[in-house]
């Protein structure tokens, strides 16, 4: 067991040689932390597990977290048992995002009853909110450490406090302070990298609770992202993915106002990278001068994720998406006009209130033939204007409408899939496929996922695939000229 009394200068000591500025302190903090973390386990490294619920935006939060553990001296646990530390980056989007994380939590009770050395923490969206606080503190007392979205970077020093400290730590800031760079970081893939440039929302869906623990859209310099892509591309980076709530209003309150657009002619300019994506764009900000971004740069790929949730005019009202059926129809044409072979996904939910019927939603599928979609049923969220509307439709014909919106959606995908048999494209190759060791894995430029027999040489290079075969959600092939 560590113990502050192993270590020879007292923590009063440590706080006053702390430097004030980031990312300073929490480098100091890491350093402090390694002190307590080597004498964990005399045998041998500590081991961490960072478990990651939610989206992309978490998962790239995750690869800083573990940066910086790694830092302090940890390595990674397989299994949650043989873990020193634990620490949950949670998501709050839907309720089953949270009663995941209650499930999991609970768990954990036995496994910190046995290894007393065992550190639990939670941190991200959830962890927002004041009714989550109080349920944590009342009925999983056990965890040690507790913070939220706006603080993950001081992790390091939030871990040096439950380190001192025989009383669970919390830091919950209800406001985001300044973006802080250069701290350590992972990343979960080799060859495909995710770049924040932006945090937060301020479009408040009347559904979302995003941006109440996500707080204020504020922008990456350009220069920071800039400096952080040529990093990753030195490292061996093939495709960088620009991750923010919203990018389509990227910019906003820069000292210099730089447009999504500029943004990504910029990063096309990044010698040695080879592929840009970005998620995610809402369709009332889809400005021509992206469109016209994305038709110019050679190395954007021509995808787009663009959400339109629900095709009723009303609901869309109701939902504060400001765009209607027809606008946004009209957006994914204009798309297809300038952008040839675009290809075009999109985000679904069923069962809003007030929606009983997804006709119009059919309508949209039909019309656009989205080439994937993530669909989901409405979940009401406590503290969103939604939660206080009625006319909720009751669960069966919800069910049943998300049913017929698959039942348009998946042959469509199937169809736009079988239509690249035979065809050859390329394919950044990832790495061996999880499903069939004997096949390599990667995407098209349109983020298809493709399976194939190929070179393992070729891993981390472009190639050329063709397809062979197509499934609804994937493709097989095979690479030419091995
Ligand atoms: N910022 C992104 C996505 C954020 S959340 C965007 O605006 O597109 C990802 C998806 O979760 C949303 O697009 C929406 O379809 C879904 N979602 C958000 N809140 C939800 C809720 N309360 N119930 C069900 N699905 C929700
Ligand atoms: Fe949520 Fe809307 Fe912001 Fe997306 S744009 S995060 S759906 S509030
Ligand atoms: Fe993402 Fe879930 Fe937070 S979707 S932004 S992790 S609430």
């Known amino acids: 067991m560590n113990d502050i009394n192993?270590?020879?200068?007292?923590?009063?000591?440590?706080?006053?040689?702390?430097p004030l500025r980031?990312?300073?302190?929490?480098?100091?903090?890491?350093?402090?932390?390694?002190?307590?973390?080597?004498?964990?386990?005399?045998?041998?490294?500590?081991?961490?597990?960072?478990?990651t619920f939610g989206c992309q935006m978490n998962a790239h939060d995750s690869e800083k977290l573990k940066g910086m553990l790694f830092e302090m001296g940890y390595g990674e646990a397989k299994g949650e048992s043989e873990a020193d530390f634990i620490i949950y980056n949670t998501c709050c989007v839907r309720e089953n995002a949270e009663n995941k994380v209650y499930g999991n939590l609970g768990q954990l009770k036995h496994l910190k009853r046995e290894k007393k050395r065992l550190k639990i923490a939670l941190c991200g969206c959830m962890m927002q909110q004041e009714t989550v606080i109080a349920t944590i503190k009342e009925?999983?007392?056990?965890?040690?450490?507790?913070?939220?979205?706006?603080?993950?970077?001081?992790?390091?020093?939030l871990l040096f406090a439950a380190f001192i400290s025989d009383e669970p730590v919390y830091e919950i800031k209800t406001k985001h302070g300044e973006i802080v760079e250069n701290l350590p970081s992972v990343r979960n893939f080799k060859y495909k990298a995710s770049v924040?440039?932006?945090?937060?929302?301020?479009?408040?869906?009347?559904?979302?609770?995003?941006?109440?623990?996500?707080?204020?859209?504020?922008?990456?310099?350009?220069?920071?992202?800039?400096?952080?892509?040529?990093?990753?591309?030195?490292?061996?980076?093939k495709e960088v993915c620009l991750l923010g709530q919203n990018v389509n209003s990227y910019g906003k309150g820069l000292s210099e106002r730089v447009s999504f657009g500029k943004l990504l002619r910029m990063v096309n300019d990044v010698e040695g990278l080879e592929r840009i994506r970005f998620m995610t764009s809402h369709p009332k900000d889809l400005s021509d001068e992206l469109i016209f971004a994305m038709r110019d740069c050679e190395k954007v790929c021509k995808h787009i994720h663009l959400p339109f949730q629900?095709?009723?005019d009303e609901i869309l009202r109701k939902m504060n998406r400001h765009y209607t059926k027809e606008q946004y129809i009209a957006l994914t044409e204009r798309l297809k006009a300038n952008v040839p072979g675009v290809a075009i996904t999109t985000d679904i939910m069923v069962g809003f209130p007030g929606e009983y019927d997804v006709d119009d939603t059919v309508d949209i599928i039909k019309r656009v033939r989205f080439s994937g979609a993530f669909t989901f049923i409405y979940s009401k969220r406590v503290g969103t204007p939604a939660a206080k509307m009625d006319n909720m439709p009751e669960e069966g014909l919800v069910k049943e409408n998300f049913n017929r919106v698959l039942e348009v959606l998946n042959p469509i995908i199937a169809e736009i899939n079988?239509?690249?048999?035979?065809?050859?494209?390329?394919?950044?190759?990832?790495?061996?496929?999880?499903?069939?060791?004997?096949?390599?894995?990667?995407?098209?430029?349109?983020?298809?996922?493709?399976?194939?027999?190929?070179?393992?040489?070729?891993?981390?290079?472009?190639?050329?695939?063709?397809?062979?075969?197509?499934?609804?959600?994937?493709l097989l092939g095979e690479q030419e000229e091995i």
């Open 418 to 474: 079988a239509e690249k048999r035979g065809k050859t494209y390329k394919v950044l190759a990832e790495g061996i496929s999880g499903h069939d060791k004997s096949l390599l894995t990667g995407r098209l430029e349109d983020n298809t996922l493709i399976h194939f027999k190929g070179n393992t040489d070729s891993i981390g290079n472009t190639v050329s695939v063709k397809v062979t075969d197509s499934k609804t959600f994937y």
């Open 139 to 157: 009925k999983y007392s056990y965890v040690d450490l507790v913070f939220g979205t706006h603080n993950l970077y001081k992790l390091p020093e």
């Open 310 to 312: 629900a095709g009723n």
């Open 196 to 237: 924040n440039i932006m945090y937060g929302c301020d479009n408040f869906c009347s559904y979302c609770i995003v941006p109440y623990v996500r707080g204020r859209e504020r922008s990456r310099k350009p220069e920071d992202i800039l400096n952080e892509i040529k990093g990753l591309v030195k490292d061996g980076v």
């Open 22 to 51: 980031e990312p300073e302190r929490q480098l100091y903090f890491i350093e402090r932390c390694r002190e307590f973390v080597l004498k964990i386990r005399p045998e041998g490294k500590p081991l961490m597990l960072v478990n």
């Open 6 to 18: 192993d270590i020879n200068v007292t923590a009063k000591d440590i706080y006053s040689q702390a």
